[in-house]
């Protein structure tokens, strides 16, 4: 264990594990999810629930990682009891990574083919939004087209963590992080200083009771619920893996805090990007999923200079979701590592060849096989989505608690003792019911309505 790789400074741990939860869910659900159930009174749910949820689940996974110095099978195997079978989980966890990036290589491909249609001029000319919508149309009807957009970010991804993790995952990452949160700021500042921006942020930010009523509000707490927990990408070991690479210098919590008050940064600014511009043009903020790909776009080419602010923002979200693909492929080459004794150029070789072809049924589920209708009369790609967001995220999430919070599994004693060890904010001992009881509760409604 004591030639495991460390992170080079704590910015690096800080920026890595940030870009792993920052991710598409930020910049691209949040803001539709936000619009759809009242704007303000949603914001003000979701910061709640990802403090009294978020921030000690992932405290957690951390936890494991760092005392276990392994990856998600390795962890369980060198903390549990002997006897016991909480490893099972960490095979279920790297099968759920793995399921996770067949699909969102392919979104990421689409970020990535959104920034070269706007740099390149694609949507120049283009003046009706019957127009806009057949550009995104188009793009998922061409299979070629997406493969190529999906094999960059695979072999870009793979490519950086062939490196080590100081001078792969953690420069490059340190290197797009910063790019992204100057080009937050940016394009905040560009859709603020737009004629009717103001409405946009009163829309976005304003407690409104009567809206929230509008749309539920049981309805706007579970789907705040949902987000915060969602937004950390916790529950299959994607943030487990940088515990593993962490130094005991500074306490898990204060860590957890920072990750997540990065993450709640980009979601936030997101919205002030998108709600302000929405207004200024007309458009409905509450799009849905379609908001990134139809709207938006058709915001852009109705702004001055708007290819030039269509490109930075897919520059932006290109940057969003590739970090995230970076950090999960690493948790890919770690596995092969410890389980198989592979070398790191096996691994990477092997890896990146397995995700090109498994990338392969969501990129065909729109075009070659878009008849092709799995649970719920899903398609191909939003199926495996499912599977990972309503079923492996908050069921994995469960299983991390009850192994760091009962005396079957780890303990509270040793996850407390780890998360403690450091500077900065510690866990208090008086939390012990409220993650022994309420918090499972709250996983668990999680669960039962996304899976209803």
């Not at 990036?101 to 740099?119: E, H, P, Q, R, S």
């Not at 849905?288 to 520059?315: A, C, D, E, Q, Y």
């Not at 990338?359 to 398609?379: C, E, F, M, Q, T």
Request: proline share 3%.
């Amino acid at each position: 264990m004591s030639d495991r790789e460390n992170f080079k400074s704590n910015l690096g741990f800080i920026l890595v594990s940030a870009g792993c939860a920052i991710g598409i869910g930020n910049v691209w659900k949040f803001p539709y999810v936000a619009g759809e159930n009242g704007g303000g009174i949603f914001v003000l749910f979701y910061l709640l629930f990802l403090l009294i949820m978020g921030v000690p689940v992932l405290t957690m996974e951390l936890s494991v990682g760092r005392a276990s110095r392994k990856g998600a099978v390795g962890a369980y195997h060198a903390l549990e009891k002997p006897g016991h079978k909480w490893h099972i989980h960490g095979w279920i966890c790297t099968a759920g990574c793995y399921l996770l990036m067949m699909y969102y290589t392919t979104v990421a491909g689409w970020m990535l083919g959104y920034f070269y249609k706007f740099a390149t001029g694609a949507f120049s000319g283009i003046t009706e939004k019957v127009e806009v919508d057949s550009v995104f149309n188009s793009m998922l009807a061409s299979p070629w087209e997406m493969i190529i957009y999906t094999s960059i970010i695979i072999v870009a991804g793979f490519l950086v963590c062939s490196f080590s993790l100081q001078k792969g995952l953690e420069r490059i990452s340190k290197f797009m992080m910063l790019g992204l949160l100057a080009l937050i700021v940016v394009l905040v500042i560009n859709s603020l200083t737009l004629d009717g921006a103001i409405e946009g942020v009163k829309f976005y930010l304003l407690p409104d009771l009567s809206r929230a009523a509008e749309a539920g509000i049981g309805n706007v707490i579970t789907a705040a619920m949902n987000q915060a927990f969602f937004t950390l990408s916790i529950g299959i070991a994607s943030m487990e893996i940088f515990g593993s690479y962490m130094t005991r210098e500074r306490a898990i919590t204060g860590e957890s805090v920072r990750i997540c008050a990065l993450d709640t940064f980009v979601a936030v600014m997101s919205g002030l990007i998108i709600f302000p511009a929405c207004f200024a043009f007309g458009v409905e903020p509450d799009a849905g999923p379609s908001l990134i790909f139809k709207t938006l776009p058709n915001v852009f080419i109705n702004m001055p200079g708007g290819r030039i602010w269509g490109t930075l923002f897919f520059v932006f979200m290109t940057f969003a979701s590739f970090s995230t693909v970076i950090a999960v492929f690493q948790n890919f080459i770690a596995a092969c590592e410890e389980n198989f004794g592979w070398s790191k150029k096996k691994s990477v070789i092997i890896n990146c060849v397995f995700i090109l072809i498994a990338s392969l049924p969501a990129i065909l589920g729109y075009n070659v096989w878009s008849g092709v209708k799995l649970i719920g009369g899903r398609d191909i790609l939003d199926t495996e989505d499912f599977i990972v967001s309503n079923l492996l995220l908050p069921s994995g999430a469960i299983i991390y608690l009850c192994f760091c919070v009962t005396r079957l599994g780890w303990g509270f004693d040793n996850y407390l003792e780890e998360c403690n060890t450091g500077k900065g904010i510690k866990t208090s001992r008086r939390l012990k019911p409220y993650l022994q009881f309420v918090l499972p509760a709250l996983i668990l409604i999680i669960l039962i309505t996304g899976l209803i």
